[in-house]
């Protein structure tokens, strides 16, 4: 999982398996981003689910929100080779347009 | 989709000397952003911008930091002096609209190493 003063996370996994990164959060947020960083990139929105959702689906990937634990998760089911890159989740504390990043997760897709 | 671009990708430079890190923003945004990632570790906002004004900043946007962006070009952000500290990756973003719950556009980073 993501926050505190841990350090990035690595995950590997086989083509093919599901994985869920967890990411937990200290205040109020309106929404969370789920950001991608490929090696040598900036990040990229790959899903975000807003406050007033508990689940958000975009193709393989899947994103649940809870804000009651504030805490989100982000899946991804049948990886692939390509979904290797570091997984980030972001919140805004409360809408502020600053946006608060987790540790990250790195995951590895081997073939 | 929408793309910010950063100049350089990579800056060396000594410590104590002036360095100007050039954004250039999608076209028709207008918030930008600033943000520091040391490697390995998350990223961090410096500063967010909004019709020539700062808008919000953080306690790691050091008064050694300021950022501009005189006549539409470039949102750059300047450092002045540098410090061994200031080494990291530096992300430019940008939006459209205000707020959190929108997405932020990010750059491919400039690298910054001081020695």
């Known amino acids: 999982s993501q926050w505190g003063e841990e350090n990035l996370q690595a995950l590997s996994i086989q083509e093919g398996e599901d994985v869920t990164m967890n990411c937990s959060y200290k205040?109020?947020?309106?929404?969370v981003h789920w950001y991608r960083q490929d090696s040598g990139r900036g990040p990229a929105l790959i899903i975000l689910?807003?406050?007033?959702?508990r689940e958000k689906r975009s193709g393989r990937l899947r994103a649940t929100l809870d804000t009651s634990s504030q805490s989100s998760s982000l899946s991804i089911t049948a990886a692939q080779c390509e979904d290797t890159a570091v997984y980030f989740c972001?919140?805004?504390?409360?809408?502020?347009?600053?946006?608060?990043f987790g540790e990250g997760t790195k995951l590895t897709v081997s073939s | 989709g929408p793309k910010v671009l950063q100049i350089p990708s990579h800056q060396i430079i000594d410590m104590g000397q002036m360095v100007t890190l050039n954004c250039d923003p999608v076209?028709?945004?207008?918030?930008f952003y600033w943000y520091k990632q040391i490697l390995g570790q998350q990223m961090e906002f410096l500063v967010n911008?909004?019709?020539?004004?700062?808008?919000?900043k953080s306690k790691l946007f050091k008064d050694q930091f300021s950022v501009e962006r005189p006549d539409g070009s470039y949102f750059t952000l300047k450092i002045q002096p540098t410090a061994l500290e200031d080494s990291a990756v530096y992300f430019c973003?940008?939006?459209?609209?205000?707020?959190?719950?929108?997405?932020?556009?990010f750059g491919p980073g400039t690298r910054l190493t001081v020695l």
């Open positions: 973003a940008s939006s459209p609209y205000w707020g959190g719950s929108y997405e932020q556009y």
């Open positions: 205040t109020y947020t309106t929404v």
């Open positions: 689910i807003r406050s007033n959702e």
């Open positions: 972001a919140t805004d504390q409360g809408g502020s347009a600053k946006l608060i």
């Open positions: 076209s028709n945004h207008l918030y």
């Open positions: 911008f909004y019709n020539g004004k700062v808008m919000e």
